[in-house]
Structure formats: C-alpha cells, structure tokens
C-alpha cells in the first residue's frame, strides 16, 4: 500500500514538472512598439525610415528539458518615401532572391501588418511562400540578431523578420 501512494505521489510531482517544461517553452508576446530610437539599439538601420512598427517575441528555454538561452524574434516594417527607398536599395545590390527558399509557418502573419505586406504572402500547402524578392538580412543585423530576411513593398515599405538562435 506504501508503495502504491509513493508511486501515486512521484506520478504527480513528475506531472507537475512537466507542465513546468511545457509552459517555459511557450512564446512570449511583448507589444507592438513604433519608437525608432529603441529599435535603432536593437538592430541597424541603413537607412532611418519616417516610421516603423515592431514586435520582439521571446521563448525562454531555461528551464525546458534541454536548458538553454532565451531566444528573440523581432517582426519589423519599416516605412520610407521614395527617396530613402532608393538608397536602401543601393545597399542591395548584387544580392540573391532567396523567396524559392522561405516557408513559413501560418501564424508568421500578424494582424498588425500593412495590406501590402500581407499581400506578399500566399499559402502553398501547409506553409506560407513570398511573393516579392527576399533578401538575407544582413543589412539589418547587430547584437544577436544576426539571422533573417527581409523584403520591400510595392508603397516602400520593408518588411524584417531577424532572429537570434
């Protein structure tokens, strides 16, 4: 009878453990922000644009069953006039289109964004693909950030999504 209340007790404590594991690795949502001068801290800006909106989003691994660093997201549209547009693109030069390349997952859209950087995106199966051009984001990447891509609209909008890993 000990032995039964015993195991009963150590099946408990090891389900608790486990809801523990499960909700640390869940995302994190942080709000949507528009301050220029933080997000410059955050990652590079080739070019400063007239306004932005952005969003970090973290996953904490720390206590999950393979312990490790918190990771960060950062969905990020940037908006130019034609002018700064046109020097952005200067720095874009002799870059690969890596769209063939990209599938996202559905939830990747957020209700947040601009129609013209919605429209860029088209369900292919299970996975979203881009329409436009998509370059790598070096351009963008500082600190961590130093993963990602991003793609410019048709109303010069720029579109960036980095992440640490």
């Not at 099946?11 to 523990?20: A, E, S, T």
């Not at 600190?143 to 991003?150: D, I, K, P, R, T």
Request: with cysteine; hydrophobic share 35%.
């Amino acid at each position: 009878m000990k032995k039964i209340i015993t195991l009963r007790v150590n099946n408990i404590l090891l389900f608790i453990v486990l809801l523990n594991c499960i909700a640390c690795n869940e995302e994190k949502k942080e709000t949507i922000n528009n301050d220029i001068p933080t997000l410059s801290k955050i990652i590079n800006l080739p070019v400063v644009p007239n306004s932005a909106i952005w969003e970090v989003n973290s996953k904490s691994n720390a206590d999950g069953f393979v312990p490790g660093p918190t990771d960060y997201q950062l969905y990020c549209i940037l908006d130019y006039d034609s002018t700064q547009i046109q020097k952005l693109m200067q720095v874009l030069k002799n870059r690969d289109d890596l769209s063939k390349a990209k599938f996202l997952n559905k939830k990747f859209i957020k209700k947040w964004y601009p129609t013209s950087v919605e429209e860029q995106f088209y369900s292919d199966g299970n996975y979203l693909k881009l329409k436009s051009k998509v370059y790598q984001g070096q351009p963008f990447y500082k600190g961590a950030y130093h993963n990602g891509f991003f793609f410019v609209t048709y109303d010069h909008k720029v579109f960036v999504y980095l992440y640490t890993m």
